[in-house]
């Protein structure tokens, strides 16, 4: 019931910078938890930011100090603000949901989008 759609990627050069949108619609609400996670080929997926329904946020070593995640609740709109990006950024990017009462818990997903491009070059 809840559909992320995500918009903004490209192609950028090294200390460039992108803006991430996930529209988000269907029975979601400020009770879920939301978050990107990035995949590179030959790599596993990972996390790279949350938030959570107080603001809350967490990102992952990689990219702390250059990406910064928001939600704007009245819009439905998640949002990854990326800067200084360098080639090992280049990756798909999806944004995700989970409700908080069990992602608090797991830390998993169960909501994805499809995913936006970002190729970084140097």
């Known amino acids: 019931q809840v559909h992320l759609v995500e918009s903004g990627g490209g192609s950028v050069q090294a200390g460039g910078s992108l803006r991430l949108s996930c529209a988000a619609s269907?029975?979601?609400?400020?009770?879920?938890?939301m978050g990107w996670a990035r995949q590179a080929p030959g790599k596993e997926r990972e996390g790279v930011a949350s938030?959570?329904?107080?603001?809350?946020?967490s990102y992952a070593d990689s990219v702390k100090g250059r990406f910064t995640i928001s939600r704007d609740n009245a819009k439905n709109i998640l949002y990854l603000q990326m800067n200084s990006l360098k080639p090992e950024d280049t990756a798909m990017y999806h944004c995700a949901a989970e409700l908080c009462s069990w992602w608090h818990v797991r830390q998993e997903y169960n909501y994805w989008g499809q995913g936006t491009q970002v190729t970084v070059s140097s």
């Open positions: 938030i959570d329904e107080d603001g809350s946020t």
């Open positions: 269907g029975d979601i609400d400020s009770t879920y938890c």
